[in-house]
């Protein structure tokens, strides 16, 4: 007890000392709080996206291998059932399966936004024949959640979301240029090469529409009007396949296969390879969207990862430096202690304890301090990194015509960086900041035994004098 109060006594003793010790493991343990909740709360969230999108396996046609492959007279040249889509379904390493599929179309009477001539003007068939060009472009799921513009960019501000067979939503712009209303039924056609399916479709919605008409110019200024944004009708995958397809040619398959475990990726795609995928399909987690989603809170985590162990090392060099200083200065107070009979074990005792009980008040309000400093300086940090990401995307360049259909080439489309975090200041961050204070404590407390046992009593009295 005896060595406790006179530990307590000597922090008073020595206030100009011991509070530059204590501004020094304040800053480390601040500084550390920060970085490890940042850390920590950008950890989990990229795990997060990994399950989510890096768990998302897509089944794509290779435009480039396709094309080889008909010119060499291959017979995996073609288009694979919609049957085969519905068996990859099956397979044991998936979590769900969300189906997807558009077509371009047109229509006699619903027309569309840019569309001068109304629905008259042909286009070749590909046959030698000519067909009325698509105006339209249909776009469908199972899975109305996952549309997630929606909430964003796109509201619905009159009716609701489709539920049902045969049921749209339109946007705003084209239910005003054909005056349009919920509850009126439109009759479209579809798709590439192929106009003999019907569909009349009920207007359950109609929606503002905030995204860029057309996702690169050059799309307008060839007449493809039929890929401006406000032309798309959005419905359900059943609605798309009620119409009796009997093969997914004309329609561009975008099913999303969530696999139960990330890793099993190559597994998945031995079974669907066995189940007919000829080689001119990729099966592929789409990489480009997970590094776009989680590219800024990577790069904030290695940031304050780094940040973290210079201030580690820096402190650390800077802390021991001060507690030598500090016991070399005490040496003549050491001596007369050992002079008086106390030994080496119990004067080491008290000066680790003076070194925990700092280590200690700098730890409670450095919990307090750097819990309120995390979120601001988490949501900064975010902010630039998006903001560089931004800049720097060229996604939208990025086009091909491939499929009768002009394609991005841009795989990170329809994704945006995850802009947001939450920090906060958890149970194993506390656990980890305390480990590292009792690192700290321990290191300022075992310079001072180092100095006490090198140096005899009556040699520390000696040099006083």
Not at 184 to 198: L, M, Q, T
Not at 441 to 450: K, R
Request: net charge negative; glycine share 8%.
């Amino acid at each position: 007890m005896y060595l406790l109060t006179n530990a307590m006594k000597n922090l008073l003793r020595n206030k100009g000392r011991n509070i530059l010790i204590a501004v020094v493991t304040l800053a480390i343990i601040i500084s550390t709080v920060v970085t490890l909740t940042i850390n920590n709360a950008a950890s989990k969230v990229i795990d997060d996206i990994r399950l989510d999108i890096g768990s998302r396996v897509e089944i794509g046609q290779d435009y480039m291998e396709f094309r080889e492959a008909g010119l060499d007279g291959r017979t995996d040249a073609k288009y694979i059932p919609l049957e085969s889509f519905q068996s990859f379904a099956e397979s044991d390493y998936l979590s769900k399966t969300i189906e997807n599929a558009e077509m371009y179309a047109w229509s006699d009477t619903f027309f569309a936004i840019d569309d001068a001539d109304k629905g008259t003007a042909l286009r070749s068939d590909g046959k030698g024949g000519e067909v009325l060009n698509e105006t339209l472009k249909l776009i469908t799921t199972s899975e109305p959640a996952t549309l997630t513009e929606f909430g964003e960019s796109r509201n619905i501000i009159d009716g609701r979301m489709f539920e049902n067979l045969n049921e749209c939503i339109i946007s705003q712009d084209i239910a005003r240029l054909n005056n349009t209303s919920v509850g009126d039924v439109i009759e479209i056609k579809g798709a590439s090469f192929v106009n003999d399916k019907a569909f009349n479709l009920t207007v359950v919605g109609i929606y503002s529409d905030e995204t860029d008409a057309y996702l690169h110019p050059m799309l307008a200024y060839n007449g493809r009007f039929a890929d401006n944004r406000r032309n798309e009708i959005i419905a359900s995958f059943d609605t798309l396949m009620t119409a009796g397809w009997e093969s997914n040619f004309g329609l561009k398959m975008n099913n999303a296969y969530y696999l139960k475990n990330p890793d099993d990726i190559k597994l998945f795609e031995q079974e669907v390879r066995s189940k007919g995928l000829p080689v001119t399909y990729n099966v592929n987690i789409n990489q480009d969207a997970y590094e776009k989603v989680s590219g800024p809170l990577s790069s904030m985590k290695g940031a304050v990862t780094t940040f973290m162990v210079v201030i580690l090392i820096l402190g650390a060099i800077v802390l021991a430096l001060l507690s030598f200083m500090a016991v070399r200065e005490r040496k003549y107070e050491v001596g007369v202690l050992r002079a008086m009979g106390m030994e080496k074990g119990k004067v080491a005792i008290g000066i680790f304890a003076e070194a925990v009980m700092i280590a200690a008040i700098c730890l409670v309000i450095g919990l307090g301090t750097g819990s309120v400093m995390a979120q601001p300086i988490a949501s900064g940090i975010l902010e630039g990194n998006v903001a560089a990401a931004a800049e720097e995307d060229t996604g939208a360049n990025k086009f091909l015509f491939a499929g009768g259909q002009m394609q991005t080439d841009d795989k990170a489309a329809g994704f945006e960086p995850k802009s947001e975090i939450q920090v906060n200041l958890g149970m194993d961050v506390i656990i980890q900041i305390i480990i590292i204070t009792l690192g700290l404590a321990a290191l300022s407390g075992m310079i001072g035994v180092v100095v006490i046992t090198k140096y005899e009593p009556l040699k520390i009295l000696r040099e006083r004098n």
